[in-house]
């Protein structure tokens, strides 16, 4: 790579940037940033204004040498990138709230990413990061590919399967949280911990060992989710909801926040429709502590990233993936959980579908460490929700009908049959604007 980086990111305006710019910041001395390129399109422009702004304040406060660009040309930005970063929303929040108010007036799970809502997004989202992967394959085709846009262990599939593109790593801060808060009650540095991770995204389980190579797992379950445990909060995004203590003790691993979707339906719904009805969904709320936060942003004297953004519910993910480049550029080989081409790390899992999983993050990319095979429980819910991500991401690219009806059916938080229907039809109604690949099709007659 030449001296001096340029690095671009799609989804510039979004509210997370300010961590993105302090990430690199203070790397500065060995992730030499020259070009930073914010990029964003037309509706998000006053949003890139204000954070890009603020961007160029945070540079110039550090005093280092790096120029901040601002564009909604995504071409021009790309051309001779050496990092491309994605975190952008496809019919922004307003499309978030959707995703999880039609689901949850059917009486089903109405989540950004789990359930009917998430596949939605996955509709929206991954043609568009294919358009990305086509103009990088001619303006930067040795560049990299960090993605943090969700569904990102779909997006990651995306790419991989249809893009065929090798240099791409997703990215979710949930285990960042988890090995944050479990080294925390432990009483030990991160560093003398080694977390073993295996899954794929937002639906992964980990052990946990000491420097000494003893297995430290059990004493974690207890703390978290033992009868007595308070159940805590690893990401802002997930109510703080109780497992079934017999049931985690039973599995020996330490399961992912999302897996109370999973194994509290029920209980997960009940608090879902609640707090719709009084302080809204996590879309809606979201969108008001985006609006407080741009607000701060706009001061022009602000020029450091602001505490209130660890409440958005998306901590760590920026900085991890400036961590992810720098481990990249200096060949570092540093231990991160991130969605990368199994290679058998996960046996359970097609070969080279994407999971995410412990890796090494080298010159050439996520090395993963191997996990083996799942013990029953978790094996069957992880090859379920494999294929019906496959089946997702089929559906995106192609546009067929048919294929998003039998993801739906596969997928545990939809109800099968004429109701599963229904919300897949009004969804994709409900986003029509950004699903041009469903509705350029004899087949929408199919829905009625």
Request: glycine share 8%; with cysteine.
């Amino acid at each position: 790579m030449k001296k001096g980086l340029k690095i671009v990111t799609i989804g510039g305006g979004s509210s997370y940037t300010p961590e993105l710019i302090e990430g690199f910041i203070k790397r500065h001395a060995e992730l030499p940033v020259r070009e930073l390129w914010l990029v964003d399109i037309e509706a998000g422009k006053e949003k890139l204004n204000i954070v890009g702004e603020m961007a160029k304040r945070m540079v110039k406060a550090a005093g280092i040498d790096c120029d901040v660009h601002l564009t909604l040309d995504r071409r021009h930005a790309l051309q001779d990138a050496d990092f491309v970063t994605t975190q952008f929303r496809v019919g922004l929040l307003d499309a978030r709230i959707k995703d999880e108010a039609i689901p949850l007036k059917h009486g089903m799970i109405g989540q950004e990413t789990n359930g009917a809502g998430g596949m939605l997004k996955a509709f929206r989202t991954i043609p568009v990061v294919l358009g990305i992967v086509e103009d990088m394959k001619e303006l930067c085709p040795n560049a990299w590919l960090i993605n943090f846009t969700n569904p990102a262990g779909m997006v990651t599939e995306a790419v991989l399967r249809y893009g065929q593109w090798e240099k791409v790593i997703g990215l979710c801060n949930v285990p960042v949280m988890a090995v944050k808060t479990e080294a925390a009650l432990l009483q030990k540095e991160e560093k003398d911990l080694f977390f073993k991770f295996a899954g794929i995204n937002h639906l992964h389980w980990h052990r946990v060992y000491d420097k000494d190579g003893g297995e430290v797992t059990a004493e974690l379950i207890d703390k978290l989710y033992g009868p007595d445990a308070d159940p805590g909060k690893i990401v802002e995004n997930i109510r703080d909801m109780r497992f079934l203590s017999d049931q985690i003790a039973q599995l020996g691993m330490l399961p992912c926040p999302y897996h109370r979707y999973y194994y509290m339906t029920g209980n997960m719904l009940e608090e879902e429709l609640q707090e719709a009805q009084h302080e809204g969904t996590r879309g809606q709320v979201v969108k008001k502590l985006e609006e407080s936060l741009f607000e701060l942003y706009k001061d022009p004297n602000l020029d450091y990233k602001p505490k209130e953004l660890e409440q958005r519910g998306g901590a760590y993910y920026s900085d991890a993936a400036c961590e992810i480049i720098n481990s990249i550029y200096n060949n570092k080989g540093t231990q991160m959980v991130v969605n990368t081409r199994n290679r058998g790390s996960v046996s359970d899992l097609p070969y080279d579908s994407a999971v995410e999983v412990t890796s090494l993050i080298t010159a050439h990319g996520a090395e993963p460490v191997h996990f083996g095979a799942f013990p029953p429980a978790q094996r069957g819910l992880l090859q379920v929700m494999k294929a019906m991500e496959e089946l997702t991401v089929e559906a995106a690219v192609t546009g067929d009908y048919a294929t998003a009806l039998q993801a739906f059916t596969l997928n545990p938080l939809v109800t099968s049959g004429d109701i599963a229907k229904a919300v897949l039809d009004e969804l994709l109604e409900a986003h029509k604007e950004y699903l041009p690949q469903f509705f350029s099709k004899e087949l929408v007659g199919t829905r009625v």
